[in-house]
Structure formats: structure tokens, C-alpha cells
């Protein structure tokens, strides 16, 4: 499996303007991205407990990664006026995430596409808070998770709402595929305050498409071929939706190579 290591410095201060950057053991737990600044943060197997501040008119995409077990993390993301951050996150290992925002500034937008692959009796749970905590802000989270085996999985989410943020636009969406005796849990949640939003929620947990499955059959596949590309096509979406377009190809085979053990 290749890594993500292109063109890429460490993170060694506190205050870090336009770039694209990597997570290192130096790197400090509380990171500000300067007014109007455009940051690519990529994590890739790095235990991390970050807080980010994204001061007015600054742009920051992330692409998070998790393919070791054991590697937790915890990313705090606090926009301020009219900053926007967008985040892929892919983990196919037995881990806990979790994911704060909190948009602070008027017209602040935020973004996350996620998606979970566990197998044989992996374990992983993911947590994503949304705060709106002023008026005119966006946030869209869409969550995919596929378990096989004995695994389990868990997404849990809320979205809130502040009584003073009118005119919130915000969606979270779970999907989920489950195989064998495998079981995934999700919990969406709204709490909202205010009277003047545009907010939603929703959830699956399904199992395979037995037609799909038969229709690739009788067109010469295998039936593990047949379940594998059904599979790609569920989670695809989101790594080629990633927000640093270099990073699609190397995310593209990650899903692979786990799913050669579903």
C-alpha cells in the first residue's frame, strides 16, 4: 500500500499560513490557520488530539487516514467568519475517532465525508459533534460504514443548533452495508433551537443488493467479485470526492486492499 507522502512538511508551530502539511510528534496539539490562508492537512496513522482554528476567510482540507489498529484520534475544528473546511476520512482498522466542529463565524461551512471497512472481529467507533453556534452557516456530513465477519461499528452524531442561529443549513447522513454477522450501529441526532433552519438527518444499515449480486453473476462474475464491486461502488464516492484530488488514487487502493478481506 503506497503512502500519502507527496511534497509535504510537518507541522512545527503553533501559527501556520498557506501550505500543505503532514502531522508529526512535534507537531502542537492547538494549530492556527491565518486569516485567508488555503491549508491541506494530510494524517495518516498519526495518534492525534488537534485543535484547529480557522480564522476568518481561511480554507482548510484534510484528508485523515487509519489503517494500523490502535491509532485514535481526535480533531477539534473551530471555523471563524466565512471559512470553510472540508474532510475525508477513511479507516479500515479497529480504532475510536472523533470529530468537534463548531462554527463560529457567520457564514463559516463545513464538510465531511467519511467512510469505515472493518472485518473479521475489528472493532470502531466514530463521533462527529456539529455546533452551530451563530447564524448564515452550512455543514454537511455524509458517514459510510461496511462490516463483515464478527465486526461491529458505531457512528454517532448530533447537530446543534443554537437558539441565536437562524438560517442554518446543516445535513448528517449514516449508511451503512452489514454482512455475515456483523452489526453496525448509528445514531444520528438534531437538537436545535432556533426557528428559522434548513436541517436534516438519516440513517440506513442494509445488506447487500441480492438482484445486483445476480445480475454480476450471471454476466460471468464470481459471487466474491460480485459482493466486492458492489461494495466499491457504495464507498467510492467518498475518496473520489476527496477534498486533495492527489490523494484520490492512494485512497482508491486502500479501499482495495481492505476489501480483499471482507
Not at 476567510?57 to 467568519?81: F, K, M, P, Y
Request: glycine fraction near 8%.
Amino acid at each position: 500500500m503506497r503512502r500519502i507522502s507527496f511534497d509535504t512538511q510537518p507541522i512545527g508551530a503553533a501559527v501556520v499560513g498557506t501550505g500543505r502539511w503532514t502531522l508529526s510528534e512535534a507537531t502542537p496539539s492547538r494549530v492556527t490557520i491565518e486569516a485567508g490562508a488555503e491549508v491541506e492537512l494530510i494524517i495518516e496513522n498519526q495518534p492525534a488530539k488537534l485543535q484547529l482554528t480557522l480564522e476568518r476567510d481561511a480554507r482548510l482540507r484534510v484528508v485523515h487516514v487509519i489503517t494500523e489498529a490502535g491509532v485514535h484520534s481526535s480533531l477539534g475544528v473551530n471555523l471563524r467568519e466565512n471559512a470553510e473546511c472540508r474532510v475525508a476520512q477513511v479507516i479500515t482498522a479497529a480504532t475510536e475517532s472523533g470529530v468537534e466542529v463548531s462554527l463560529a463565524g457567520s457564514g463559516a461551512s463545513f464538510e465531511l465525508g467519511g467512510v469505515f471497512l472493518l472485518s473479521g472481529d475489528q472493532r470502531c467507533g466514530v463521533r462527529v459533534d456539529v455546533r452551530h453556534d451563530v447564524s448564515d452557516c452550512r455543514s454537511r456530513t455524509l458517514y459510510k460504514g461496511v462490516a463483515s465477519g464478527s465486526a461491529r461499528g458505531e457512528f454517532s452524531g448530533i447537530v446543534y443548533v443554537a437558539p441565536d442561529a437562524q438560517r442554518t443549513d446543516s445535513e448528517q447522513l449514516s449508511r451503512n452495508i452489514t454482512m455475515a454477522d456483523a452489526h453496525i450501529a448509528t445514531r444520528p441526532q438534531l437538537e436545535i433551537y432556533a426557528d428559522d433552519v434548513r436541517c436534516s438527518h438519516g440513517a440506513t444499515v442494509g445488506q447487500l443488493d441480492d438482484q445486483a449480486v445476480l445480475y454480476m453473476r450471471q454476466r460471468g462474475l464470481s459471487l466474491e467479485m460480485a459482493k466486492r464491486l458492489q461494495i466499491e461502488g457504495f464507498v467510492s464516492d467518498v475518496v473520489l470526492h476527496a477534498p486533495i484530488a492527489e490523494c484520490c488514487e492512494t485512497l482508491v487502493e486502500i479501499l482495495h486492499e481492505k476489501l480483499q478481506s471482507l
